[in-house]
């Protein structure tokens, strides 16, 4: 699943100057995958980025795979790993895959 995740980054996100990285979550970035399966990505970008996008999330299909993905800036990022208090948030988001990184900002906890 994570090179299918790394290839769908590359095609459609890569170059997007404005995003900054991309995180794998969910049930695959914890290595559980079967038939049945679908990754799910942060998309990490510029406030200006989500502003233009106006969305806060999409999906499409890839190589077979529903794909979803959510907008998020580092700052919304930083306030979620600040203040968890669900566990569900925590299971999913405790050990994500970098399928991309631009921004030496970012950094693993």
Request: hydrophobic share 40%.
């Amino acid at each position: 699943m994570l090179h299918i995740a790394k290839d769908f980054v590359k095609m459609k996100f890569e170059k997007t100057n404005s995003v900054m990285g991309v995180l794998l979550t969910g049930s695959a970035s914890t290595g559980y995958m079967d038939a049945l399966s679908d990754i799910d990505l942060e998309i990490i970008s510029t406030e200006d980025l989500c502003r233009k996008v106006g969305e806060t999330c999409g999906s499409e299909q890839f190589s077979g795979v529903d794909i979803w993905w959510e907008w998020i800036t580092p700052k919304e990022l930083e306030n979620a790993l600040k203040d968890w208090k669900d566990d569900v948030d925590l299971w999913y988001t405790l050990n994500p895959k970098f399928c991309m990184i631009r921004n030496t900002r970012l950094r693993t906890y």
